[in-house]
């Protein structure tokens, strides 16, 4: 199908797993159609929000689009298992942390660079092949909005100790060369001192009824063997009403903590003001997809 920018050709429902959740949508610009075999540019994937319950990836296909003529990569927008938003649910309908995180990591295996590419083969990416996407798997930029943010942070930070399951591939953790968080959810413990009524809304459904989600904190999270070289953006609207900034101000503390130990230089930014609309409006606006073209064009063309 066409996106309704024509110089953006959209591949709908791209299949990446075995259950209905698990599709995606490529949004694939002109103008890396027309980018030598030899030279693609980077891929882009958009993990949406929706407290781990909601949204879905058509929602997101004109943000998708802007990014992508802004930065002229393909951009990937992948669903996700959500958890119901039923308070009384049958533990066979239950969807809790990290299935939604393994999900995505799945996603992103499947886009990513082979574990082990095949020396005869033109492409490192059997779906990059097969429907000629023209998108480097070896260099991949990643957003994170509201949970979305959560589960990059507990895929790509390392949250072996309480999900070793969400342990990417090195291949793929390699090829990720940077990661946006937006409004992001890190710590569920600070979320609910600020909001209280989130608890029953929808953490419980999504992390189950627990006394305690420390150990789901991504401010917990060392970095990971191998993805020390991992460029971050932390961004905040201080006019969001949904998520306060106490949970992007601890994010960049513990990001910045991290990169002294580091030894790549300066790898974690942060934007608490060029955005100033409502938690999920701002995906609206072009402030944001510049704002996030920008940072991706600057280490892409660096």
Sequence with gaps: MTNNDSAVQSRADIEYGPLPAHRLDLHIPQAASARSADAPFPLVVFVHGGAWRSEDKADHAQLATRIALR?????????????PRDTAVKPEDAVYHPMHAQDVLNALTFLGPAP??????ESDNELAKAIDAPYDPRRIFLIGHSCGAHILSSIFLDSSTSTPELTPPSSLLSSVKGIALSEGIFDVGLLLSSFPMYRAWFIVNAFGDRGSYKHFNATNYPLREGGKHIHWLVIQSPNDTLVDGKQAESMYEHLKELEAHSKHGDTVLKDWSTIASEHNEMLKTTE???LIGNWINSLHFH
């Design 71 to 83: 930065t002229q990569c393909c951009v990937a927008v992948p669903n996700y298992r959500l958890s």
């Design 116 to 121: 082990q590419p095949d020396p005869d083969s």
């Design 288 to 290: 944001y997809s510049d």
